[in-house]
């Protein structure tokens, strides 16, 4: 499969669209999302790096588009844990918040099966509360035999509105409590009483319980007592009540919690430390109405289902058409200067070449000149051509189009140029020259280069040719992207030539696997674009074609040149061959 970075900001920009919510995408070790309280925006952070973590990424997408609301969840959740008498209130949480997970990715799974099928891949056989829940409905084998027959309760909540959860997840946890009381008898009957205690406090409580059964379920300890002792300022607004109603009986629910606990730790569901790449974190609120939401409660499944279905289709319809409008968008995803850097030394035309070149150009210009056939092509302009670029011509001429002409000529103006720079300086100035009269053909020359965190990138004057420099690194794909939303609009023919030394870094100057991709796909999309794409690599050193430069620009694109003098002529042949192909037609 292949992964395109920019992938991950098309798909936020077309889902920020279809949910007319601001997505925030950021980089982050675990794959999280946090609605922002006073609803400005929903910020989805994840690892950004391979397939799963795409899927992962999807799934966040998922709650975005079809309605995960964090500030009900909770707010179920403490009424479940109230009315079926669980204490804590976040152990509940746990599995709301997991069956709110299945909802939304069995609706996600009907708009792209193939991520579904990607993110069931991703499901654990682990026996938390998310994976637990997530594999009953999607991997059931990866889930421990003894709780598979949960599985009824679980797709429940599939293709169904957000306001099914309550039930679902009243039916659910009143199944899991029954199981854990029944496993409770079956153990007391069984074992020691050594668990029954009599603590003063509920910290002591806990924290002795923990040391004594499993260290494991540290973590979920401490977090109770966060929870008890100082919530955070959202939950506490949220929960305050239910928790002085709690105080009153706080022994007795103690002592429920002890045993949820306890069972979790042993069989049922037991809470193991969770991969930090695994977890998936809902934080923040979101403003809603509470009546409302309480009385859509009471609509049954099958409303409930009309509902989800109803939503699925207007997200489809909004996908089908946005998803072809954002094909076209060109938004530049990094930041852009339009400079060069300038020397003092000064560049000039090659008189001969500039002279040769005229010439050539004005035998052509505006004679009808006829070309018999493809084979006996203007035998003379190929010979000319052929002898001037040492190379054969015949694989970039293009018998199609009767349009004008642009010539793009793209220079790599990174430190190592230094070398070829004067010479390729020349070859362009005198090509503008000679390129001056005619009417049928742009002449443009771009230079680019990396430079403190930005791709440096202009369309040279002839002055700033005169005056070239070169410094800094070869962000290649970035530049090419620029350049192709600077071509759009123009319906000409068009032919890119880049001219290049080193292997294409990124913004700052890294290599790696990505950039060579992001090249590959950039010169893709300038050809999808209706550009034709060369590539002239200069490898003074080697002989040989490294892959590098079959990956990024395709085995066909692209032309290796050992010796840099060379590196004129062949520009020469290819703009040539190129603008009498147009003059002729
Ligand atoms: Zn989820």
Redesign the pocket.
Known sequence: MEFKPLAWYKLRDVFEKITGKEIHLSRGDSTS?FWDPRDRYILVKCPMIGAYDYARYE??L??VTFG?NPSYLRNLAVRIAKELDLVPWTSVYDYV??L??VR??SLWAELYAGSHTLFTKTIKKEVTP?DVTLGLAFKPDAVPTELQNLKPIVDRIKHKSVWSLYDVAKDYLTTLKLRRQEREQQQKTGQNQGQSQQQNTPQQQNTSQTQQNVSQSQHQDSSIQTQQQSTPQTQQDKTSQTQQQNNTGQQQKQNVMQTWKQKDATTLLPNQDKDAKQR?T?EGDTPYDEDKYKELEDIDDKDSEDMAMQQLEEVKAKVRELTERERNDKRLMFPVTVSVPLRRRVATDDPELTRELTRLFSRFKGSNYYVPSEQGTAIDVEGYIQRLSGTNAEQWLDFKSRSRLTVVVVLDLSDSMEDVLELLASVGLSLRKALEGVKAIRFKVYGYRGYYGSVHVKELTEDEIRHLGCMGTTPTAEALEYIDTQLEGIADRKLLILVTDGEPTDIRGKRSEKTIELTRYRVNQLRQHGTQVFTIVLLPQQKEVQTWVKRAFGPEGAYTVAKPDTVGKIVVGMVASHVIRALTY
Do not use: D, G, R
Request: glycine share 0%.
């Open positions: 999302i799934h966040e998922a709650h995960t918040s997991a709110e997970c939304v990715q998310l998936h809902f």
